[in-house]
């Protein structure tokens, strides 16, 4: 046994595992931020038609003295970098002058990093609205149309059930009746409460007034908003736009971000499309029973009054030519829509039948109206089954859109947009710019201040300062859905005083021991020690507050909220962690030598 004065009593020492994943965290953290450092090119994508030579692209483009950095060919796609936003429009402008009415254009954008660094799978940060430009669009989701149809089912079931009544629906989601016998009230009540429970039945006149009960109506509006907002979200999927936020926002509205958008034409065409297909028996020999409809062509044509198949069955869609190089729309269903199509067909062979599109629009006095229109007659030849073919849907780029709508979804009820706001590019990059002016002003406040006031661990803290807002830069990077918004930069330089005051309580407790006469190690240990326990409480309170935020909270506040929250998390990080690291191999030693601070 040795001797008690040989004794080392040695702290402040990681073991190795802890300081290979201290070195690998920073190094994975550090190459998935340097992609946001190099931003990105403005870039258009094309879609042709019928696949064409890259180099012939460019060299239309330098014709019109339009500058191309790089232009890559994928098949029918190709995408061409540009060095600015203002080259972009000009090529945008020129192009579309260029290509075919089928071929398709649309504006984005392609990380400028190496691809060497791009080919490890490292992203740039996605950038929200405020500060990338885009489009943001209000909707209003009309819930008319939806109470109307509940209103129709149950007049439907009355007058089938009910001999003799006459009912009619008002707009406070109510339905009445005319005068009633006996017999007739008691069949219209057992009717209601049998298979409208969500109705309240009370007397009116002679007569009797059935009801929306208020929560059914609360209830109806919130599955018909979030219905829509799935619906939403996939057509703008299918549009090819990764980093949009899709939200509700109060009781029946539905508000969009669509980062890096500058068509808002294009993308208003898509998004507020309110559009349903239907497949109907044409009335051959009784045309007086049933509906008729107008026929796209001119003309109308008379259908059974209710639908064989709706769009709800149809789960994809694809523009297509015909063998007459014609376009078309080739339409798979579901099991079930498979299984009425199936049915219908097996005993119409040679019978036609009707393809009717309806579209929602608003009026004159902004009510919602709905206009249907047949856009192809043809004569079923063969049992039809999940799989057909329609025509008769116009060009091709309509009947893209038609497909892109159908693939989508029809929304369940109508949307209007009440507020459209654009940001540009160029406002968007000087957002950037202010932005980081003032984190670049506080981080460089802050790294005097420590350097000053602490001299020998300042340097520590700022170092752990620098590695903390490269590992947020990295984790916000690697984090799918995560956006950095004008809000958000405010939330990181929030994050660069909560770091210091990590560090501050660390050192201050450091100063307290060795005032008592500890040695430096020893104040390092207990400072450490002591100090975590104010650490972890005052960022756990902080850490509730963005959560709330989060939850709660919609767009500018989501922003900063997001970036409160993970700037907490890498703080404790660099400001424990790698702190304390650093600390250690320089100053672990035995505890017994006194060193001053």
Do not use: C
Request: net charge neutral.
């Amino acid at each position: 046994m040795k001797p008690h004065s040989q004794t080392s009593a040695v702290i402040n020492r990681y073991p190795a595992w802890k300081y290979v994943v201290l070195i690998v965290t920073l190094v994975v953290m550090t190459l998935s931020a340097l992609p946001s450092w190099y931003g990105e090119d403005a870039a258009i994508d094309i879609h042709w038609q019928q696949a064409q030579d890259a180099q012939r692209t460019q060299q239309y483009l330098e014709s019109q003295d339009i500058h191309v950095k790089a232009i890559t060919q994928d098949g029918d796609q190709t995408q061409i970098v540009l060095s600015d936003p203002n080259s972009q429009f000009a090529a945008q402008a020129a192009l579309k002058k260029w290509i075919g009415p089928e071929d398709s254009l649309a504006l984005s954008q392609r990380p400028a990093a190496p691809q060497w660094l791009l080919g490890m799978g490292f992203e740039p940060m996605s950038l929200g609205l405020d500060l990338r430009g885009g489009v943001q669009f209000l909707l209003d989701v009309d819930m008319d149309p939806v109470f109307a149809a509940h209103q129709q089912g149950l007049l439907q079931s009355l007058r089938g059930t009910v001999r003799g009544v006459r009912a009619q629906a008002q707009f406070d989601h109510s339905v009445t009746t005319g005068q009633l016998d006996e017999a007739q009230r008691s069949q219209a009540v057992a009717l209601v409460q049998k298979d409208y429970p969500d109705w309240t039945v009370r007397s009116h006149g002679d007569g009797l007034s059935f009801t929306m009960k208020p929560e059914t109506v609360e209830e109806l509006t919130r599955q018909t908003v979030q219905q829509n907002l799935q619906i939403l979200r996939s057509r703008i999927e299918e549009l090819g736009i990764t980093e949009a936020v899709v939200q509700r926002q109060g009781a029946n509205r539905i508000r969009i971000e669509l980062p890096g958008v500058q068509d808002p034409v294009a993308a208003k065409k898509v998004i507020g499309a309110t559009t349903s297909l239907a497949f109907y028996e044409v009335n051959v020999k009784e045309p007086v029973q049933g509906k008729t409809l107008p026929l796209a062509q001119g003309g109308t044509v008379s259908v059974k009054r209710l639908p064989v198949l709706t769009g709800e069955h149809i789960i994809n869609a694809r523009a297509s030519l015909d063998q007459m190089g014609q376009p078309q729309v080739e339409i798979v269903l579901d099991a079930a829509g498979g299984r009425m199509m199936s049915d219908f067909s097996r005993n119409k062979i040679g019978f036609p039948m009707a393809t009717a599109f309806s579209e929602y629009r608003q009026d004159n006095q902004g009510r919602s109206v709905v206009d249907t229109e047949v856009i192809s007659v043809a004569t079923i030849q063969a049992h039809l089954g999940s799989r057909f073919v329609i025509t008769g849907s116009g060009s091709m780029a309509e009947a893209q859109q038609l497909a892109l709508l159908l693939r989508a979804g029809s929304l369940t009820a109508p949307v209007v947009i009440v507020e459209e706001r654009t940001i540009g590019p160029t406002l968007g990059a000087e957002n950037i710019e202010n932005g980081f002016k003032a984190l670049a002003v506080g981080m460089g406040a802050t790294l005097l201040f420590m350097a000053l006031w602490y001299r020998r661990l300042g340097w520590v803290a700022n170092v752990a300062l620098v590695a903390n807002l490269i590992t947020l830069f990295g984790l916000m990077a690697l984090l799918p859905g995560a956006v950095l918004t004008l809000p958000g930069i405010a939330g990181l330089v929030l994050t660069v005083g909560m770091a210091v005051d990590t560090n501050v309580l660390i050192f201050e407790r450091i100063r307290d021991m060795v005032r008592q006469g500890h040695s430096l190690a020893k104040a390092i240990h207990l400072g450490f020690d002591r100090a975590l326990t104010t650490i972890w409480d005052a960022n756990l309170t902080t850490m509730i507050t963005a959560l709330v935020l989060y939850s709660i909270g919609n767009g500018p506040i989501q922003g900063f909220a997001l970036t409160l929250g993970l700037g907490l998390m890498t703080s404790l990080f660099t400001g424990v962690f790698l702190s304390r690291a650093l600390i250690n191999l320089v100053w672990g030693q035995d505890a017994r030598r006194k060193v001053t601070i």
